[in-house]
């Protein structure tokens, strides 16, 4: 069974750094589009970054220019190294997939990681 888990999260001062990691575990044939969403207290989940299999990468606002999002396909793993974070930065942070399990899967399967949370705060 195909599933993905994060790691990195934690509690940081404004203004540091902070670098989420997340990776496919299980059977499959082939990841395609991989990002990170956002979701804070009350509030709907968001996209933060994502990249294509190529590695072509899209920002969305909140983190533009102050969040890096790469990913290293023989590791099947995604990153995202955050700097400069603010206060409103914090959320609970979802690693998000596009996969197919096998050959057969002519349209790749949405996969969300459990989430790790990020706090920014002194």
């Known amino acids: 069974q195909v599933q993905l888990e994060e790691s990195g999260g934690g509690l940081v001062q404004p203004g540091g750094s902070l670098t989420l990691s997340c990776t496919v575990s299980?059977?499959?044939?082939?990841?395609?589009?991989m990002a990170w969403y956002r979701q804070a207290p009350g509030e709907q989940r968001e996209l933060v970054a994502s990249?294509?299999?190529?590695?072509?990468?899209n920002y969305a606002g909140p983190g533009l220019g102050r969040f890096i999002i790469y990913r290293i396909n023989s590791k099947k793993t995604v990153s995202l190294q955050m700097d400069s974070l603010k206060p409103e930065d914090t959320a609970v942070y979802y690693c998000y997939a596009e996969i197919r399990r096998t050959y057969e899967d002519y349209y790749p399967v949405k996969f969300w990681g459990q989430g790790t949370q990020v706090t920014v705060s002194t």
């Open positions: 990249i294509t299999t190529e590695g072509n990468t």
């Open positions: 299980g059977l499959h044939y082939r990841i395609e589009d």
